[in-house]
Each structure stands twice: as structure tokens, then as C-alpha cells.
């Protein structure tokens, strides 16, 4: 990017009357230097089936184009029209649920000819329309892609084909998936049954696994065809979003978001959270580390919050606050979905920057200000550069394998415990990037997080003992190295492969009651000395123990581990414990591995994060995420606060609003 | 009416044994004068296909005439029978959750030509059998009738032929619905997708109505079947129900009882309520105001309970204070369901007024005293006048509206709202009647209450501007005029059009989290100084403000406001509040209105309630909804209590036992 | 049998690799005597259709014999092969939810002629294929069978077929049935309704009835066919199975155990329970007692849980003290679900003896010494036989009658009820029969506890009266007595026919808010002094009132009462009390049959259980369902505790350990 981008998605199709022109003197006095259209509305842009009308399109590309604001165009293809439906009903995807229905987007069945037909067509008419028009800087194929859990005769099918051609031979998959179990077995190709009812936790996952392929094949097939008519200075880019929980919680589960952004020249993402008093910058820090890992590289915000929904309106500050967090955690680009609060249909009450009334308002007052800052400091802002020595390992593998084998009480998942590891080293101000199964710059880190491994090959297992060996440190939680990248648990002493650098072994779990761990080691005091929902009853061989069970029968047994491996060191967290234990846990880590510093001495809410810029200037960003003014000392090079261009010197005190931020570049 | 009614729902058909005799020996002991028969047992009375019985049918009619019991003949087709079924599978609805299976009644598609063809003939066979029958008094078509969500592709074919008669093009529902969003746009008719599937709240609402219309349209046909029949002097009616939530709680959402009962000559309702220590009369005014409402004049209570559901046994004394009850409400019959507690199948655990040893029990014992006061207090009592300067505006719309688009939490809906409002009214002995989004009478009243008047057309909120400035007094609580009639939101600062009867707009809103009102104005204590689920961020322009939000951002916001407007006051309330401070509010409303009087003097579970017998004569009910004794002074002039037959002079301290009721007739 | 069986479940053919000697190794050293096999393996025995592979079998077959362990064999049929499903889809049960999908277990139509056909074929070639096999010591067929719903058109079919042959004609079904209401009533055999969508709870009872002889009649054509085959010293069993509630819990709500057991030579269970803190033994303790009592006899635990799920691991001791447990109720045979942990698939946590690493653990140490104990002790302790004065009358009419007619609430049902009862029962150290509706042999008992019997033909009710004038006790709950077996409600005063030796009667009854007992007069406490869910309001005619309501309205009413009827009493108790109560009015009883023993000092977690050996000898099993060390004094003659060889001298102190077990045999 040459720039900063502040935009906002704009549906001139959904505006009750025409607004195009006082929409853009309105933009334009909010610094909105990028919109992005067209994503939603293939009925509008083919009214009927072959007949195409880009009025609307054509309109506000020449309006914005005349005002200055970039165009993201994206392609429809995320909710299809009432003609195909009524003509073709069999492209609404079936699932196990039964056919979906008309009505929702992301309905439909992402593999059947019937609408792959149809998207590519309008993604050629539509593409091949715009793409030479001055104002489009880029495109954004789909939108929030998943698989939708499309799962009909024809998706088994391609499964069976995918199956044949990863294994060979149903004896493989027999005996890998454990088949024989209640008479599952496959004697037959054409015997193999439809996964939708299957109980085989194996079989399941590697369906949910088939079914990310699918959506990777599908975005790259977009992008393959709008590569065809691209300019060589446009981008192409998709929506990626997270585990939904009401907001944007953590891994999600049905897109590898690093196999498929390979077919995209930028990562987008969308990011929504809390605000108000739940405001806590977590998530926007989260979801800007995955996005900015998926290719090393800057990315954009494609969307997030304004007004957000009912109840989350953001308090003053917090627009500007959240704004400067993107950038901070490396995006180009915050853009708001969306620019106005539609009027009828679903999301009436997913406020937009404007209200309904389609006036300024104190949310849009305050976008002002961030427009005018992002335009002013863009050259100083944009495309920072962030090296961090920390990484969490994240695996969509294992995801869905917990997904099959629940931990007790069903109330936590995956993301739970990487959330759980996440957000402790978030609050200590220890930067992060996210690496996964496949990454192959482990090297890079002098400390990896590896929370809950569940579903892992041998190769990855004995490359992260490798990395132990070369001198890195690693924290696993309970359930790393338990099965294979079949599910299938290991038919060895647990941990399996990772005992030999966790100096440890289990054969027995339980599920804590009441239990914390014997004289509170990590000195937590006694409300945070807790563990849950699971215990693996650890035996050490070669490892120190940093803690035992505090149990009149399990007390012999240790809960959290550290081992001399090489020159290396791994923890092994064997029980789910309170994110008290963990912070203790993860300091201790942090130190170990040499990292600890400056930047550790503040905590949440006091965040800072940092890096380079084009410059090769350092910026160091403070945040205060709460309602109470406060003051930090800063410890670095004499620098120049951004915002208000005062002088900062090595280490004096300097105040912070509350939900305020400051940008210091060092001189 | 002649003379006020004391019924029972009677089944011969489901007695153990022939007990006829037996049954009106023990009726006319306990002064039952009428009974309702037939309305449930299509497959008795047609046991096959054009097969027709109607034994059961005479022998009861003649043993109550002879008895002096007068009878009510129900339509019985609410309840479909094996055999029609069986041969045509398809009249059994389809909805949402696929077909309805046999077995419960109300499962049948009201649209069905095979329904319908099988439904006239059983009508036309009985009615003409019945009808010149002397104990015959009247007839009730169907029962407590609803669409039962039939949407199937025959519905969905009427649906689009409504549509179109309704908007002409589809240009028109394409702009007022909203359809550009999300790709929902049709553009040709034949495209029209079932509404099934759809997430478009505007069409969803407005297949709601679609769906209300269907019960309007079927009962006028039913009434003009029966009309064809029927003598002068006997009377049709429907007998309705209301929002279900074990018990009759509010608005009923499925039927609009005000278009739905023009057809009949009166209107009947069932109500049920909790009894014992949660017994308050409020279910039995509230629905005998909703259904006095619909044609301004005295209604049936075609069913109520007698021993009720297993936990619901009335007190002793408790089933008088509800029958006098209903009479204070207007009410000129009062029935129960049902005469015997049926001893097979689904619901043999609501009780009749007989247990199922149908043998005398204290509950029989106490309908004996009440039905000997009705039969000498007749003239007395029945069609009693009520006069209200108070009415409530209530929105089946609104209701459905607030469906689609839900309070944050999903707790709340529109009924509770309405409750909210109508509950403190009640206990502050403030007569009320109902109207709707078509009344033309709003000039009647002095106040009106507004709650959540969510969907409306201009021209009725426009009308309530006029009425508040001619003089009227409006209480409206949040959510009023945010959207016109389609569920498409004004596209002007809110609440819109009555911003100027109200003094105020707003633009944003949040739910609250521990949020009360700054400073306690309303003086109701810090445990009810709350408000909860929702709170607009209100600027007055030309409002006094009542209360202001104790927020630390928010705080600036009014929360309800008062507003001078013309000769008249409008009140807002943009937020839920406690009941404590809804009461303050309506105390004040009452007040500024100029209808504080003696009555509201006292409050509940001191409950009065008056009107004017046919004499000309003030007729007021004292209840004490409470397991304790009280007293209260009586304010008017001297009278005489009705069931005592003692002197009451104006003045006097009344006591009046727990579970008491007072009549006392002016003299 | 002619030695105490130890075993488990074994599955070579779910091996990760070749264990099969090694498997054998350890299972000698654990004293493993006897494995379960082939009974969920069908798609590996018969690969394809009507090709057979036994391979497994055989090999697994002459390992045990050559090891001197012995085999149960199994029929498959309870999972079936993939290729089954892909040639006849309709194999698949057709349920209230759709047709069941592939994957699972237990999902196929047990009626269907297809499923049948090749059940038969796979059950006659495997037990053609090993019934000579000298290791084979017997058979079960299928596994936990229950009719998973079946109710598709041809068992619909099957049903009116059923309904015809017991009553008849429909004219005795719509009366007996109440199919008048609601127009539900059947006047033409083919007009006969799908019994899925009925809301006819005496339809719906019948229906379960039906459903629970469909596995009845299977479970019998199973044994006919393996009969065929078996040698005379081979047996046949089957392993059933409790209402489960992530443990066995109570009577099986889809199986008539005491039906379906008569065409097996011994009766077999599983019988799962919490264990660590929540280990209690009443599980073990009542569903052994059902089993004994299906044939009067010994019995089998064919699974039970060896490291069980995760959070159920036992603490040390606690593997002993349940397997002696089962044996002192009577089991002949204690055996693992599984021998070891499965890798893949689903109950991938339901850990077996042996954990995933196939190694050694401390469980599988424990069951070491089990294994040894069994075998020295065998003489001495199998075939225990115990001679109980107490039994409790389950039926399964009433449970399925209950979940028609569900106590207010929803949250206890007939099961609850049965184990207030039983459970007071055990902790008293009362030894307990089961008997049921059909049973012959009341007269062998002193006291009778009657939980809930909701569904009794007039007979059952008659023959307990008679029971009691004849010198019995019983102890009744509330809802006794109310329906016929048709669940029809009696016509005359409640309880109906068992007024009579109850001395009570009631027409009304409550759900208690905040009730308790008038006085405490059971001495509970304040805390315990309480009543939930039900309440009848009992007017004695001869009984004496042990306990009034303590209610404003409803305290002349009797809670409890007991009546001198002939020789013997009867308790009633009109409502659902605190365990407390419970206690007392079962203490109370207890004592007034005579049954108060020196046993009855104890209570748990001191648990007491006895009979008598092979030899005479009066053996007795102390427990100490703790986790504190105990003692107790030993009131019988001089014996020997078995594990210890420790002399026991008659009123001696005995100590013993947290979850200990002593085995204290007569001299």
C-alpha cells in the first residue's frame, strides 16, 4: 500500500433515496479515502438470469472517482438471486439439516456446476465492466467464504474421489480411521456411506478438513478468473473472518486462513468485538495477528465495528482508539462495515457509522478526527513492520478434532485454551505472531506457544522437539501430541512424541473438582489457585515440576512441567488452570527464553505494541484500554508523540487519556 | 343478553359412562344455565366420510332443554378426523417444520379446498340440525382459530397473489422491503421465493399479517355458512385466545381480533391465569378488555378454569372473586372448561370443574354459590356499561415487528412491554380499553398509553400527533414510530414523526448495563431506580426532561421526557424501565390528564372496578386479591352491597374478606 | 456357573497392531478368565454380502483356549456393515426425526425383513462357525437392544395388526383409549392414524408397550436361532442396559427386562456409575437387583467401567471395592468394557482397562489383585444366594405413563421417584428385591414399596390389597393407583381401588410452593422439612395422618398417612418429600414389618450386603463408601474376613479402609 486506507463498505442499492452525493461530501469530510461495493448484490447487478445491469455500480464508480475515494469492487457471489433458485433449486446447499432455503446468503452449494456456472459469469461481466476503471484499486472475491456444511450426494462423492486419492486403499483408511469400530468398515468403494451421520471422530475430521480444501479450491478458483482481467496495480483480496461467538472470538473453523489466502496478493479481515466497558483491544490484536501471519505481510481490515450493534455503541475515544489498534498490529486499512444503518431486512440493527436518520452523529464526529489523522501520518503509519520472537501455534486440525472428542462439560473448545494463552501474553505486551501446522520458519521464534496440539504428525512433533533441541522454548498445554493427523491416539505413553523434550508421561486424565495446585507455586493466591474441566496425571522423567495437584489421591501426580531439552526448554501444562497460573507460567517463559523487557513492565490496560516503519523509524503505540486516565514511563530514545507532536524524552511520565492513545516514533 | 350465563363445556361424548342425567342434576344444582357442546368432535358426529350422527348431539340438546339449560353449538372443525386424513394427507399444513403430523387438533391448512369442502358440509349438516332446536341460543364457529404457520406453496401462491393486489409492482416491494439487501431483490414474479426461508423482516412481517388475514377470512366464511342457518335470535361468535405462556398473557400474536370478530355478533374469549398466591385478576381484565374492545360492548368468557392445570387449584374463594371479576370487566357469561375432568389422552390434568371421580368437591361447592348469586343478581349485573378515559394502543404489527427484530437478551417482546404499562394501570384501579392502529374513536379518551409502538404508518402516527394537540395526553414508551407500516425505519431522526408531539430526537441507542435514572427523579428507592434492555440517547428540542440516565458517558441523554405540544402532553420513555418507575410515570400521566379520582385512592390488591347496569345504576366490584383481610373507605354515595344485601353508606370503612368481593349498587 | 467370572470386552480386530499374545500375557497376570468378543464387528466377519471372514474369531478363539481363558460370542447385530445400507436404505429405522442415518449403532428397523434376512444368515454362520469351539462357553445375542424408535409405515402396519388382536374391535379401543377427544376417534380399521404425531397418552403408552414386545420378540427369535446350534454347558444371554443418564440410573424405559430375560438362561448387565467423590455403590447395588431378580437368580455384569470415561478414573481401591460389590449382589461374573482403550472413532474416552499406551497402569495393578482374589475365593463366594423380605415394584407402564402425564415441572420423572425410594432402601442396609406387575410371588415378602404406580390394571391393585390384608406392608407414593392400565384415570374417589387398604381418599391435588410438613413430625429439621413437585390433598376415612401439609389452605389435608388393613399397613405418601422424610416413613416401615436387624445399625457409607454360599455359609461384604477409614462392631457368630484370613470374633471392632471391602464369612 502507498497509504493508509480509512473506508467503509457503501450500498448505494440499499439506500432509501438517493444519496450518492451528499454520501460522498460526507466521506469526504471523515477522510473516507476507500469504499468497497458490490459484494451483496448480484440480483441487483443481473436482475434476471443472463441480463446484466451495472447502473448502480457504474454510478458510484464515476462519483468516487471524481471525489478522490478508492473502489474495492467484490465480486456477488455470496448471496445468489431468487431467479437461480427458482430455476435451479438444487443449488441451495444440503446439509444435515436438511436442503438450506432460500432467503439467508451463504446458502448454496460452493462446488455444484449449476452455480459455479453463474458465479463465474457475473464475476467475468462484472470484472471485465470495471476493472479498467480509474477509481478500483482492487477486488475482494466472495465474502466471508466458508463451506456453508454443504454436504449432499455430489459433495460425498468428490469426498469419496478426494479419499481414494489421499490413502489408496480402503484398508489404509480402515485401519488409520479404525473402521472395524461398531461395524463401520468399508469392504467396497462403492460401499462408502455418506459422512453426514458418521460417529467416527476420524472420518469427521477429515471431512471438516475436505470441506476447508473446498473453500480454498473455490477462492482460488475466483481469483484465477478475476486474475484474467486485473491491471497489474489492482489487488485481489478476501474477507476473512473468525470464530463467531457473537463477535470475533478466534480460529475459524471451517477455512484454513493459511492455505487459502495463498491465492490472494493482500489478507483481509473482518474484526468485531466488544466495546464499552468490555472494550479490551484483544480480538482487533488477535485477528490482526492471524491476518498479518497468513502472509507475513501487512493487511487490510476490510471490517469492522462503527456503531456495531445494539449494545455496543462505542464510548468516546473508542472509535479512535480501535482505529490506531489495527494499525498497531500491522493493518493498512480500517474500514467500517458499513457506512450507513440499512433501513429493512436482517441487519437493521447493525448500526452503521451514519444512523438511519443519515446524519452526523457523535460515532461519525469522532471518524472525522481519525480520517484527518490517518491522512496526515499515513506516510509514518503505513506498512509497519513487526518482528516478533513469540509465535502460537495454531492448528485447524486439532480444532475440529476437540470438536469431536469434547473436553468435559462440552463448555470450552479449542479457542478457549488459545484464547486463554493468547490473551495472557496480549496483556503483558509480549507481540505475537501465529504460526501453524505447516509453517516452516519455526526458527524464527525463540519462544512458540503450543496450546492443546490434539491432532498432529509425527513430522511436525519431531520438528517442534527439533526446535527445543536448537535452543527455542516452548509452553504446551494438556492434549498436545495425543493422536496423529488421523485422530488417532497414539499408541504409545502419552505425551508421545513431545515426551522426549517435555521429560514427561501419562496414561491416566480425570477432570478436576475443586482442584488447584499443592501450595499455590505460582503464588496466585488462593481465588486464582485453580484448574479445570481436565488433568492428565503426569509422571516426570527428566523434567523439573513446577507444580502438582493439590488432591488427596492424584497428589502424587505433576500438572505443569519444564524440562532442559538440548538447549532448549519445554513447559508442558498438563490441566486447564486459571488465566492467573498462566500469566505466571508465561512469564517465567518469557523470561527464560531472554525476552523479557521494557515493554513488560506495563500491562494491561496499558498496551503498547510496535514497530518499524517505511522510515525505518521505530513506532511504539500506547494504548489505555479503560475508563480511567493514566501515566507510564516511557523508557525509550527521545521521540515525537504523532497525535499532538509533542516531544517525548527518555523516560519521562506521560499521561494517557482514558480509552486514549498515543503513537511515539522515535526520533 | 337477558341474563348473565354460568356455562360449562360438556363432552358427552367423553364421559366414562352415560352420566347425562346425572351431570344436569348436578348443573342445575350448581346454577349452570348453559352449556357448549360439539365443538371438538368432528369424528363422533361424522364418523365416516359423509357419514353423519348427530345422536350425541340430540340427546343432550333435548335433555337441556328440558333441564332449562340453554345450549351453545360449536362448529367442530378445529379438530379433523382419521378418516379425512387418511385419504387426503395433504390438508395437513405444512410450515416451517415440514408437514404437521395427526394426532393434535389445529393441524390442519385452513386454506385447504379439501379442508374446506369437508369443513362446510359438517357445518352446514349440523347447524341445519341444530338450529331450530329451542335450547339453541347461539353458535360458535371453530375454536380459539389461528393459521397454524400453514406456508405451504399453495399459501405461498395466495401469498404472491396478495402481493400483488397489495403493491402492484414489484418494483414498489423491492424499495418499501429492502430487497436489494443481501441479493433478495425479485424481479420477475414467477422468481418469488417462499417466505419460508426468508431473514427479510419486512417480508417476514408482512407474511405475518398475510397469515392473520387467512383467520379473519376463514371465520367470515364459517359465520356466513352458519347466518345461512341460523334464527334471528340466536348469536354467532368465535371464542379467541391470547399470547400463550401457560396461561393468557397477552396480545395474541397469530390473529387480529379486531378485524377478526366484525364478522361475529359477540365476541367470546378464553382466559386462563395463575391462581393461588400468584392470583392478581390482572389476565382476567386484561383480556376482558381486549375483548370488550373489539365491538365496544359486552362479551362471553366462553372458558375459563375451574380447578385449572394440577398446580393451579383455586384457594377457597378464589373462584368467586373470579367470576365477579369477569362480570366487573364487563363480561355477561362466565363458562369453564370444562365440565368433568377427562380421563384419557392429552389433557387430563386441567381440570374440570368435577375431578375425575365426578363426584361433588370443594371447587363444585363454590361455583354453587356463585351460580346462585348470578341467577339472583342477573338483572343487576348484566350488561354493564363501562365508560374509560383511558386507552392502550395496541399493534399486532408492532408485536410481530418486535419478532423479527428482537430486544437485546431475547427476553422481552412486545407483550411484556404492553404488560409493563397495563399492569401498573391495573393496579392503580385505572379503567382502560384497548384500541388499534385502525380506531377512529382515539377522541374518546383523555390518555392514551403508547408501548412500543414499533410499526406504524404515518398517517397513524400523524393522528396521534393531532389527538395531542387537541388536547389528548400520550404515554409512549421506546421504540414508538421507529419504523413505518413495512418494518422499514424512518429515514429521519428518531422516533420521527412524533419527535414533534414529543419534543425530542435521538439517533443512537445502547442496552444498559446497571444503568438507573440520575438522582432517583421519580423517588421510587434505589432497589427500583432500573432500567434495563434498551435506552435511546434522547436530545429534548422543546421536552422537559423527567429523568436523565446515572451513566458516566451516557449521562448527558435524557431518558423520559414530557412535552407541551398544542393543548395536549406527550410523554416519551426511551428505555425499559422498573415497574416502580412505569408507575410514577402513569401516576403523573393520570394526573396531568385530570383523571385522578377516589378510585385511585386505593391500589392493589385492592382492586375496584365499576360501570352502570341497565338501569341506569353505578355498579362497583371491590376485590382483594390477597391472602389478607383489608378495609377500605367508601367514597360515593350511600348504596347497597348486592351479595350481603347490606346498607353501605358513602363514607363508611368496608371490610372485605381475603379473596373478597364487594358489589355495591348506588342507590 | 461353577467359578466367578472376571472379564473383558475384547476387540482384536480394533488393535492398532499384532497384540494378541501379548494382550493374553497380561490379562493372565491380571487373572482375566473369560472375554467378551465379535459382537460389534459385523462389516469385518461378513465383509461383503455373504462373503465371511471369521479369521479374527478363530484366531482370537484358539489363543484363549490355549491360554485356558474362555469366550462369550456375540451376534453382530446390533451395528450394521456399510454394504447392508448401500443396497437397502430402508434398512434404516424410520423414527419421529426422520429416518436414522449410517454411522451410528443401534439404528436399523428390528423389524425390518431385510435386516432380519441377513441377521439370521451372519448369527447361523458365526455360530455354526464356533458353537464347538472348546473355549466357547456361551453366547450373547445382540448387545443393549432396545427398538431405537422403530416406527416407520410397516411397524405402524405391525401395531394395528397388535391392536386389532388385543381388543378386538375399534369400538372397545375408542372407549378405552378416550379417541373421542379431540376428534382422535377410529371408526374404520384402515383409517387407523400413524401413531408418531398422537398426543393420545393412552395411545402412546400402548404404543411403547408394543415397541418395548418388538425387542422382546426379537430378542427371542435370536436365542431360537442360536439354540439351534449351542451345546447344553453353553449359555445364552443378553447384555441389558438402564435409563441412562451418562450413567445406569433406572428401569429401562424401552425394554421389559423381566420379559425380555425369559428366553435366556442367565441374565446379563452393564451398569456404568460416577465414581472418585460420587462413588455410592447404589447403582451397582440396584441394577444388580433387577437383574437377580429377572430370573430369581444369579446374574452376569457383562460391562462395567474399568478406568471409565474421563472424569470417572477411580481413585485407588475403588476398582475392588465395586467389583466385590457386584458380586455381593449376587453377580457371578464382573467384566470391563474394555480391555483397552479404543484409538479411534467415538467412545475414544471411554477408557478400558488398559489405556491407550497398552501398557501397564495403575488400574490395570488394581484389577491384579481382583483377579487373584476372584480366583481364591471363587468357591466360596459364587453363586451367592440371597433371600430378600423387601421388594420394590417397578413397572414399566407406569414409567412410560409418566413421561405422557409428566409431574409439573418436567424435571423428575418415574425414575426419581424409584430411586428416592431405593436409594433410602441401601443406605439403610435393606436388602431389595425388584418385582413387577406380572409378578407371582408377593407372598415371599413382608413389605412392598410402591413407587408412582400410575398404570395398574384393577387386578394388580386388587391383588395388592390383598397383600396387605394378608399381613403385608406397603409403602405407596403419590400417583398410585390413578390409571388403569390403559392410563385411563379411575372414575371413583382417588387412589382409587387401593383406597381401600390405604383408608384415604382424595379428588384434588397441588403443586407444592414452599411447603413442608405441619410440626416436622418425621424430626427431619427445619432444612429437610420439605416437599416438592406434587401434592395430594388426602382426607383419611380409616388411616392415621403420620404428617399434614403445613399450608394456609390446604393444611386439613393428610401428606401421609398409614392404615391397618386386615393383618398388614399400607403407607401413603401424597407427595414427593425430601430423602429425609423419606427415611423415616421407610425406617417406620421397616420396623413395623419386623425386618429391623442389627444390619440396619449400620448406614451408609457403611454398606452391608449378604447371602448365602454354595455351602451354606452365611457370607457377609462390609463396604466403606468413603474416603475416611471407618469401624464397625460385627454383631454375628465368629467368622473369617476371606481377603485377610483374619479370624472375626461375633461383636469384635472392625476396622476398614477408605473404599475398603471386607468379605466375612460365617464359621
Redesign the interface.
Known amino acids: 500500500m502507498n497509504k493508509l486506507l480509512y473506508g467503509v463498505a457503501y ?1 448505494d ?2 439506500m ?2 438517493d444519496r450518492l452525493e451528499k454520501d460522498i461530501q460526507m466521506m469526504k469530510e471523515a477522510g473516507i479515502n476507500v469504499v468497497r461495493i458490490a459484494e ?5 447487478h443481473e ?2 438470469n443472463g441480463v446484466f445491469d451495472f447502473t448502480s455500480v457504474d454510478r458510484v464508480l464515476d462519483a468516487m472517482e471524481q471525489a478522490g475515494i478508492q473502489v474495492i469492487v467484490g465480486t ?1 457471489t455470496y ?5 437461480m ?2 430455476q435451479h433449486p438444487d443449488v441451495l446447499a444440503f446439509t444435515k439439516q436438511g436442503q ?6 451463504q ?1 448454496m452449494d460452493i462446488t455444484h456446476p449449476v452455480y459455479l456456472f453463474y458465479a463465474e459469469r457475473i464475476i467475468r461481466k462484472l470484472i471485465a465492466h470495471v476493472c479498467d476503471h480509474p477509481a478500483v484499486i482492487g477486488f475482494q472475491v466472495d465474502n466471508e467464504t466458508k463451506h456453508y456444511n454443504t454436504e449432499g450426494p455430489n459433495v460425498q462423492t468428490l469426498f469419496v474421489k478426494y479419499m481414494r486419492e489421499n490413502y489408496k486403499s480402503l484398508d489404509v483408511i480402515n485401519k488409520q ?12 468403494w ?5 459422512v ?7 472420518l469427521g475430521a477429515e471431512f471438516a478438513k475436505f470441506q476447508r480444501k473446498l473453500v480454498t479450491d473455490f477462492l482460488a478458483w475466483q481469483v484465477s478468473i478475476v486474475k484474467e482481467y486485473k491491471r497489474n496495480d489492482q489487488f485481489v483480496t478476501q474477507n476473512f473472518d473468525f470464530e463467531w461467538r457473537g463477535y470475533s472470538f478466534g480460529i475459524q473453523p471451517d477455512v484454513d486462513h493459511f492455505a487459502a489466502s495463498q491465492a490472494f496478493d493482500v489478507t483481509s479481515v473482518d474484526i468485531y468485538h466488544p466495546s ?2 468490555q472494550l479490551t483491544g484483544i480480538e482487533i490484536s488477535f485477528g490482526g495477528d492471524v491476518a498479518r501471519s497468513t502472509k507475513g505481510s501487512n493487511y487490510l481490515v476490510m471490517e469492522t465495528e462503527a ?1 456495531a450493534f ?4 462505542p ?2 475515544g473508542q472509535l479512535r482508539l480501535q482505529a490506531f489498534s489495527h494499525l498497531a498490529s500491522g493493518a493498512n486499512m480500517v474500514a467500517y462495515w458499513h457506512w450507513h ?9 447493525w448500526k452503521g457509522l451514519l ?5 452526523p ?3 461519525y464526529e469522532e471518524a472525522k478526527t481519525i480520517g484527518r489523522d490517518f491522512r496526515r501520518l499515513s506516510t509514518q503509519l503505513v506498512d509497519l513492520k513487526k518482528t516478533n520472537r513469540v509465535a502460537l501455534l495454531a492448528s485447524n486440525e486439532s480444532l475440529t478434532a476437540l470438536e469431536w ?1 469434547k473436553l ?1 462439560g462440552g463448555a470450552k473448545n479449542y479457542n478457549d485454551v488459545v484464547r486463554l494463552m493468547y490473551d495472557e501474553l496480549y496483556k503483558m505486551n509480549v507481540g505475537c505472531d501465529i504460526v501453524h501446522p505447516g509453517s516452516d520458519n519455526l526458527q524464527d521464534y525463540s519462544l512458540l506457544i503450543v496450546p492443546a496440539l490434539y491432532a498432529a504428525p509425527d513430522s511436525l512433533l519431531e520438528r517442534l522437539n527439533e526446535f527445543v533441541k536448537d535452543g527455542g522454548h516452548i509452553v504446551y498445554t494438556f492434549k498436545s501430541g495425543f493422536t496423529d493427523e ?9 505425551p508421545g512424541i513431545i515426551s522426549e523434550a517435555c521429560g514427561i508421561h501419562y ?5 478436576p ?1 475443586n482442584v488447584g495446585l499443592s501450595g499455590d507455586p505460582l503464588q496466585v493466591g488462593e481465588a486464582d489457585n485453580k484448574i479445570e474441566t ?1 488433568m492428565e ?1 503426569i509422571t516426570p522423567t527428566t523434567a523439573d515440576v513446577l507444580a502438582y495437584y493439590d488432591h ?2 492424584w497428589g502424587k501426580y505433576a500438572a505443569i512441567t519444564e524440562n532442559q531439552y538440548g538447549k532448549g526448554k519445554a513447559v508442558y501444562i498438563g490441566c486447564l488452570p486459571s488465566a492467573a497460573i498462566v500469566k505466571r507460567v508465561l512469564e517465567r517463559a518469557v523470561k527464560e527464553a531472554g525476552l523479557w523487557s521494557e515493554d513488560q513492565e506495563l500491562s494491561f490496560p496499558l498496551i503498547m505494541k510496535s514497530g518499524v516503519n517505511r522510515e525505518g523509524r521505530a513506532i511504539r503505540y500506547y494504548f489505555n484500554y479503560s ?1 480511567q486516565a493514566s501515566e507510564f514511563r516511557y523508557p525509550y530514545s527521545n521521540g515525537r508523540e504523532l497525535l499532538t507532536e509533542a516531544a517525548i524524552a527518555k523516560d519521562q511520565t506521560v499521561s494517557i487519556d482514558r480509552w486514549g492513545v498515543l503513537i511515539i516514533a522515535e526520533s
Chains 1, 2, 3 share one sequence.
Not at 479404525?178 to 467396497?188: M, Q, V
Not at 462403492?190 to 455418506?194: L, V
Not at 444503518?341 to 440493527?349: G, K, Q
Open positions: 450500498y442499492e440499499y432509501p433515496y451483496s448484490t448480484w440480483s441487483t436482475p434476471q456477488p448471496a445468489i438471486p431468487t431467479w433458485v427458482k438450506s432455503r432460500y432467503g439467508a446468503r446458502n480411521f479404525g473402521l472395524d469400530y461398531w461395524s463401520n468398515r468399508i469392504n467396497s462403492e460401499d462408502f456411506p455418506s453426514i451421520g458418521t460417529i467416527n471422530g476420524s464499552q466497558d456503531q445494539a449494545n455496543w455503541v464510548y468516546p444503518s440499512i433501513h429493512n431486512s436482517f441487519e437493521t440493527y444512523s438511519h436518520d443519515l446524519e452523529n457523535p460515532v472428542f468435559p488421523n485422530v488417532k491416539v497414539r499408541t504409545v505413553r502419552q496414561s491416566m486424565f480425570v477432570e473438582k481436565w496425571l488427596p489421591h475508563d
